[in-house]
């Protein structure tokens, strides 16, 4: 195997790792927090409801745009560290 | 000034506004018509995408399908902003490191396949032809009440403005015009958003006005759900409807978000990969302004709509039918508000009538609820609700109007270019002139929208249960084969195609089973109600069972059948990494 193509390899596991943990936050807000786990949330008060309901309607909302920005910030990062970026 | 011609002057102004931008910026070549020349700076296309995104269903619909049913429709705020997630790590960065013009051109690339390509052109006319006749849907509620007529001749006059429009420019055109209509539209949906917060519960931002209190002291959503279940509807901020089905719906929405055609096309548009991934995030940030505002929307609706047919509180007599505000008497004129008087009283008994607990305990004897209230007429009668001054009534119009307008512009360009390009210069016939294949992409749209506006007369459902339908599409079809054409480099060209197929058939079949053949009303074989469903599954959810059965369906067929050519596999590697995105190339 060239080196170009183990570096490739190597740039593209840390690109899934990554993947693979913004992923799992993003389904702990949104089918997590905001559904399935909301009857266990139900005894944190929010505003007249339950924080369950402030993940569906609000939390999940801010949580995906922190997301994305920690990706691209992430992952501009990790293309120059593999020597992939564009300049 | 009377509130009609306010509202034609600012139609008319954001109109001009509009058509001035396009005519600058007009596109010239096939390049800039579908891509812009690449060079649109992050910021300025993620307002863009979000006014592609932000169609009539986010804007007119979805706040009223929140306010009627409270927190189980939280799925489409979560499940609109989620599937950008998925945009941003799993498809934007290597479909612009790919540097083609369309979606089914990356497909038919990379599952080295005219056939393939092909499928992907049949899906994306499928997928969008169906979210078309959501914003029709959208656009005949928005001008029948504006112009002051009937649904179906608001519904013609828009038609003809959105072909027009669409015709006129193409993407370059289009983007720089959709920053004017993001700020139009995000203003317009705000600014009445800010008052009515103000006005019941003191807190200028909206978002924190839902959890806030209301002038007696209790909060907001206490009060919203004592009133609605003292008229016998369910309870706000419960779950009313399946856990399952819930979360299925928002997967759905989320793998559609991420599998739309002419929202991933808008990631071609940026110069390089790495604005592709910030593209996705400014976007995100632009319409979460909307959506985090909506969900207030439709409380304070919800809760400002029940005060007024119950003055005196929903233990007292309701409102007389002679003394309605005028803001009813303007939706009676287009249909889609409507009162009968059951019980000979001359009050508008408004309560849910299957309730029969609840109804026995309300004031008057009511013989059945007899105010309807369509759905897609909240948020444009919102500021008339909450008695804003006229100005503001006239810019929610130019709003819902723009929001409207942008989507379909942007769907009739990805149906063009679909056709005049994938199509008839893919398949058919590859030496066709610049010119005549401009013509084609305009031929495409005349008959889109011609269709849509015939199925929009009689739609399938509220404005956004039609476009949710659209995306259990694109999530059935487009989103797995993109997906695995960047993540797997065993799947082939025999695989992606029965994946597609697959996937776009078996979610096609169930949602016309029971919405009806082709959308056209009562060709349905069961009724769509919750009792037939297939494992409990609701027509709008099934784009997320229809995903599965693509992804199964092309790794199990892949295995079967050959291996993937050496050449495919080193261009799989080639778009993982960013370096060498190069400006786009037509073949």
Redesign the interface.
């Known amino acids: 195997m060239s080196e170009q193509?183990s570096k490739?390899d190597a740039?593209?596991a840390e690109?899934k790792r990554l993947?693979v943990i913004?992923?799992v936050i993003?389904a702990l807000v949104?089918?997590g927090f905001?559904?399935?786990l909301?009857p266990l949330l139900s005894s944190i008060e929010?505003?007249?409801?339950?924080l369950g309901?402030?993940f569906?309607?609000?939390g999940?909302?801010?949580t995906?745009?922190a997301?994305?920005?920690i990706?691209?910030w992430r992952?501009?990062a990790l293309?120059r560290k593999?020597?992939?970026?564009?300049e | 000034m009377s509130q009609y011609a306010l509202n034609l002057i600012f139609i008319g102004g954001s109109f001009i506004l509009y058509i001035v931008i396009a005519w600058v910026s007009r596109a010239g070549s096939t390049s800039e018509f579908y891509a812009a020349n690449r060079g649109v700076h992050p910021v300025v296309n993620g307002m863009a995408t979000a006014a592609d995104w932000m169609s009539a269903a986010s804007f007119i619909s979805m706040a009223g399908l929140i306010a009627f049913t409270g927190?189980g429709n939280?799925s489409f705020?979560?499940g609109w902003?989620?599937g950008?997630?998925l945009l941003?790590?799993?498809l934007a960065?290597y479909l612009r490191k790919f540097g083609k013009f369309t979606v089914p051109e990356f497909i038919g690339d990379r599952f080295y396949s005219k056939t393939a390509r092909l499928v992907a052109v049949f899906c994306l006319i499928v997928i969008s032809l169906t979210y078309v006749i959501g914003q029709m849907t959208g656009v005949g509620v928005a001008f029948s009440r504006f112009l002051e007529v009937d649904n179906a001749t608001g519904l013609f006059i828009g038609a003809a403005i959105v072909f027009f429009y669409a015709v006129f420019g193409g993407m370059k055109g289009i983007t720089y015009t959709q920053v004017a209509q993001y700020v139009v539209l995000i203003f317009a949906y705000t600014v009445p958003a800010i008052f009515i917060s103000l006005q019941l519960t003191g807190n200028p931002l909206p978002?924190l006005g839902?959890?806030?209190?209301v002038s007696d002291g209790?909060?907001?959503?206490?009060?919203l759900d004592q009133v609605v279940t003292d008229l016998g509807f369910e309870e706000y901020?419960a779950?009313n409807s399946s856990?399952f089905n819930?979360?299925l719906f928002?997967?759905a929405l989320?793998i559609g978000t991420a599998g739309l055609p002419h929202v991933i096309i808008r990631f071609f548009t940026v110069p390089?990969?790495?604005d592709a991934?910030?593209s996705?995030?400014w976007a995100?940030?632009f319409i979460?302004l909307l959506?985090?505002v909506a969900?207030a929307v439709g409380a304070m609706a919800r809760l400002n709509l029940i005060d007024t047919v119950y003055p005196n509180g929903t233990q007292a007599e309701a409102l007389e039918y002679e003394a309605r505000p005028q803001w009813m008497k303007n939706w009676e004129i287009t249909g889609l508000l409507t009162f009968e008087d059951k019980n000979g009283d001359g009050r508008i008994n408004y309560y849910n009538d299957a309730n029969e607990e609840a109804a026995g305990a309300l004031a008057g004897s009511p013989q059945g609820n007899e105010l309807d209230v369509n759905r897609d007429i909240l948020v444009l009668a919102n500021p008339e609700i909450a008695q804003l001054p006229g100005w503001v009534i006239a810019l929610v119009a130019a709003g819902g109007i723009a929001a409207a307008l942008s989507t379909a512009a942007g769907l009739l360009l990805a149906i063009a270019s679909a056709v005049s390009h994938d199509l008839v210069k893919g398949a058919i016939n590859p030496t066709i002139s610049e010119r005549a294949e401009l013509m084609w992409a305009r031929v495409a749209m005349a008959v889109t929208i011609g269709v849509a506006t015939y199925l929009g007369l009689n739609p399938p459902g509220f404005a956004a249960q039609t476009v949710a339908l659209a995306f259990g599409l694109a999530a059935a079809s487009i989103f797995p084969a993109l997906m695995m054409g960047i993540f797997s480099k065993t799947v082939n060209r025999s695989g992606a195609i029965a994946g597609m197929l697959a996937g776009l058939l078996s979610t096609v079949i169930y949602i016309f089973v029971y919405k009806g053949w082709f959308f056209i009303p009562e060709t349905n074989q069961l009724a769509d109600v919750p009792e037939n469903w297939l494992f409990g599954i609701a027509p709008t959810s099934v784009g997320a069972v229809g995903a599965l059965i693509n992804f199964v369906v092309a790794i199990v067929v892949s295995k079967m059948t050959g291996d993937v050519p050496a050449h495919i596999k080193e261009l799989v590697?080639s778009v993982?990494?960013?370096?060498?995105?190069g400006v786009a190339t037509d073949h």
């Open positions: 193509s490739a740039y593209w690109n993947m913004l992923l993003w949104s089918f905001g559904i399935i909301r929010i505003g007249g409801t339950d309901f402030w569906a309607q609000q999940s909302i801010l995906f745009i997301l994305i920005f990706y691209a992952m501009n293309d593999y020597d992939f970026d564009e | 927190y939280s705020l979560m902003t989620g950008y997630v941003a790590m799993l960065p978002p839902l959890f806030g209190e209790t909060s907001l959503l206490v009060k901020t779950l856990m819930m979360v928002t997967l989320m390089r990969v790495r991934r910030y996705a995030g995100l940030v979460a959506y985090l969900p590697e993982r990494t960013p370096r060498g995105a």
